[in-house]
């Protein structure tokens, strides 16, 4: 089956310093990865996704890059903000199987220092 | 707009007693998916169900159980309870076909096992 492993697991940065997340996945079938953000005491929360016939995808400071050959991909995080404080999950999941489970990495806590 | 309703919110039981947890998708959402996450731990896929079906389970123990009902709510069923139960237990939905693959989490039932 499908496996996520994600890094760094913490990350500190300044306000207004970029921050990078990593994650490979296993299953070359997998063709969709999408990314989480989970505040404390809440459920995660989609906040960009991409598939796999697209190498990069851009939301104003969020932007997802994804290497099909190498099977990883990065989240990027431009002008951090303190608000932008959460623990990101990347996950893979390949629509077409019937099940459609989504396979998450193990999370990253992202601390924006002010 | 909606989103996905989890109830309860907080459930406290003992050892070897039952818990009933239900999940509201969003309006059409034809798949539900129930996630069960540890403290400091990733999402870890229970089971899901598409139309009413099961269409995958994982890391589901023979002591739970679930179903979709014809209103597409679901609820998870958890027997002989064990303190190892207590977990934060999430159910996402997603409409299965359309251009966005995307989970919408809810808030999430925070079940304690004492």
């Known amino acids: 089956g499908e496996n996520v492993e994600q890094h760094p697991s913490t990350l500190s940065v300044q306000e207004g310093d970029s921050a990078v997340i990593k994650c490979t996945y296993s299953d070359s079938a997998s063709n969709y990865f999408p990314w989480y953000k989970q505040e404390l005491g809440k459920g995660p929360q989609l906040i960009i996704d991409?598939?796999?016939?697209?190498g990069e995808k851009k939301d104003q400071r969020i932007a997802v890059t994804l290497n099909k050959t190498a099977k990883h991909f990065s989240l990027h995080i431009t002008e951090t903000q303190p608000e932008d404080s959460a623990v990101y999950f990347c996950?893979?999941?390949?629509?077409?199987?019937?099940?459609?489970?989504?396979?998450f990495g193990a999370g990253t806590r992202l601390f924006v220092k002010a | 707009a909606a989103g996905v309703i989890q109830s309860p919110r907080h459930l406290i039981k003992e050892k070897r007693e039952t818990a009933t947890l239900k999940c509201y998708p969003i309006?059409?959402?034809?798949?539900v998916y129930w996630y069960q996450q540890g403290p400091g731990q990733d999402p870890q896929f229970l089971i899901s169900f598409y139309e009413k079906m099961q269409s995958d389970k994982g890391s589901i123990p023979d002591r739970f159980s679930a179903q979709q009902f014809s209103d597409y709510h679901s609820e998870l069923n958890m027997s002989s309870l064990e303190l190892g139960d207590s977990a934060l237990y999430f159910c996402a939905s997603s409409l299965v076909g359309s251009s966005n693959y995307g989970y919408t989490f809810g808030s999430g039932t925070r079940l304690t096992v004492v």
């Open positions: 309006p059409r959402h034809d798949t």
């Open positions: 991409i598939r796999s016939n697209v």
């Open positions: 996950a893979a999941s390949d629509p077409n199987t019937g099940g459609f489970k989504t396979i």
